[in-house]
C-alpha cells in the first residue's frame, strides 16, 4: 500500500523566510503534484512533477523530485502572508483494476505566514 | 461552467439517513473521481469513473456507499444510513482523457461537499 508522508504538518513562518515542505512516498512513482487548498476552498493544482529530477518554479515556490529517494520538497522562498493555506502533496498510482490511475495523498502542510 | 461543480454546497443529515451528492465534471473530461477529505487530513479515495467503462470502486469504505454516473456526465454519489463517521467532505474531480487514450496529469477538484452527520 502506498503511503505519503509529509513533513511538518504544521508551518508558522515570518514574512521574508525561506523553509521547505518534505513529501516522503513508499513506492515507486514517477508522477507527483502538489495542491494548495484554501480554508473552505477546493484544491489548486500549483506543480506537476513528472521525471526525476524534475524542477518546477512558480513565483515564492518551486518544487522538486527525486524518485530514487521517493522524495519530492516544496521550497517557500521570501514568505508572504498570501501563502497561508494547506499544502499537499500526491503520489500518482494505479488503481487497483489497473485501469488508470489515482491520486494517493498525503495529509497536508498548514502554512500561516505572520506578518 | 468553467470548473466542476458540486451540489450541495453542505449538507446536516441525521444518523441513518440518506443522502445523495452531486458532481458535474468539466465539460469534455472523461474522467471523474470521487475523494473524501475529512477534518485536518488528506483526501482518500473512492471512486473512479471512465467513460463506459465499469467503475473502479476500490476506494469505497462498506457497502453504504455507491455512486453512479451516466455516460460522461454528471455523477451522484450516495451514501446510505449515514453514520457520524461519515462526516466529511466529499470532493469529486475530472481529468481529460486525450483521444488516443491518455490522460492529461492534472485532476481539477470540484468545491466540495460538506457533510455532517448528527
Known amino acids: 500500500e502506498l503511503k505519503v508522508e509529509q513533513n511538518p504538518l504544521f508551518l508558522s513562518m515570518q514574512e521574508g523566510k525561506n523553509y521547505t515542505i518534505y513529501c516522503n512516498y513508499s513506492?515507486?512513482?514517477?508522477?507527483l503534484y502538489w495542491y494548495r487548498q484554501d480554508p473552505g476552498k477546493s484544491l489548486e493544482s500549483l506543480f506537476v512533477l513528472l521525471s526525476n529530477g524534475a524542477v518546477k518554479q512558480e513565483g515564492r515556490l518551486m518544487a522538486s523530485l527525486d524518485t530514487k529517494a521517493r522524495l519530492s520538497t516544496l521550497h517557500i522562498t521570501a514568505a508572504v502572508h498570501d501563502l497561508s493555506a494547506t499544502y499537499f502533496c500526491a503520489v500518482d498510482s494505479l488503481l487497483s483494476s489497473g485501469s488508470a490511475r489515482q491520486l494517493t495523498f498525503g495529509s497536508g502542510t498548514q502554512l500561516t505566514v505572520l506578518p | 461552467g468553467a470548473g466542476v461543480s458540486q451540489s450541495p454546497s453542505n449538507k446536516v443529515t441525521e444518523k441513518g439517513k440518506d443522502v445523495e451528492l452531486r458532481c458535474d465534471p468539466i465539460?469534455?473530461?472523461?474522467?471523474l473521481y470521487w475523494y473524501r477529505q475529512r477534518l485536518g487530513q488528506g483526501l482518500e479515495f473512492l471512486i473512479y469513473?471512465?467513460?463506459?467503462?465499469?467503475?473502479?470502486k476500490s476506494g469505497l469504505p462498506s457497502d453504504r456507499f455507491s455512486a453512479e454516473r451516466t455516460g460522461e456526465s454528471v455523477s451522484t454519489l450516495t451514501i446510505q444510513r449515514t453514520q457520524q463517521e461519515d462526516s466529511a467532505v466529499y470532493l469529486c474531480?475530472?481529468?481529460?482523457?486525450?483521444?488516443?487514450?491518455?490522460?492529461?496529469?492534472?485532476?481539477?477538484f470540484g468545491p466540495g461537499t460538506r457533510l455532517t452527520v448528527l
Open positions: 469513473f471512465q467513460g463506459n467503462s465499469a467503475p473502479d
Open positions: 474531480a475530472s481529468r481529460e482523457r486525450l483521444a488516443w487514450g491518455k490522460t492529461t496529469d492534472t485532476q481539477y
Open positions: 465539460s469534455g473530461h472523461t474522467a
Open positions: 513506492t515507486t512513482s514517477d508522477r
